[in-house]
């Protein structure tokens, strides 16, 4: 029976490398105004290219695994694209909406009592309905006895523009 040496240095920055891909995706790439659609397609497009590039330019002599290459450097060299974005915005726009507010509620799987909520928002104005990011909240208490909901947006690095901040309060 054959023994496989397991290199836990480099297992162990795989899977960090997998996490700081989902933290920068949920605080950086949504925060970004892209709605889902164009997210998926400028991250499938990364992607395509990132095939080609892999193929044509022969970095099979460096990197081993097309499949980690694929679903996680080239995301991580997406997600910092959208970090240094975020990081280096200026000129900030101060937004203020009236809002209506529905809750969703969902049970997990793991324990079938327990309810998740989640609360989306519909501005009056209607002016971020394809932003998704935008308008859903996981913490329905903040959002519960308010109306108004103010948003910081800053222009990024790259022309992007970005949701720096938002909080809620009740109209006087």
Known sequence: MKRYKIDYY?????????????????????NTQLSII?????????I??????YKYFDFQKFIKNICFYLLVILPFI??????????FSEKEEVEKYKFDYTLTS?????????????????????KYDDYFFFKTFADYKKIEKN???TYTFSKGLFGLRVLK???????D
């Open 10 to 30: 480099k297992d162990i920055g795989k899977v960090l490398l997998i996490f700081i891909n989902i933290y920068l995706f949920f605080n950086y790439v949504v």
């Open 38 to 46: 164009e997210i998926l397609g400028l991250l499938s497009a990364f």
């Open 48 to 53: 395509i290219l990132g095939y080609f590039v």
């Open 78 to 87: 997406f997600n910092v694209f959208f970090f240094i974005n975020f990081t």
């Open 106 to 126: 969902s049970d997990t799987s793991s324990n079938p009592r327990k309810k998740v909520i989640s609360t989306t928002i519909k501005l009056n104005t209607r």
């Open 147 to 149: 109306n108004i909901v």
């Open 165 to 171: 901040k938002y909080e809620f309060s009740k109209e």
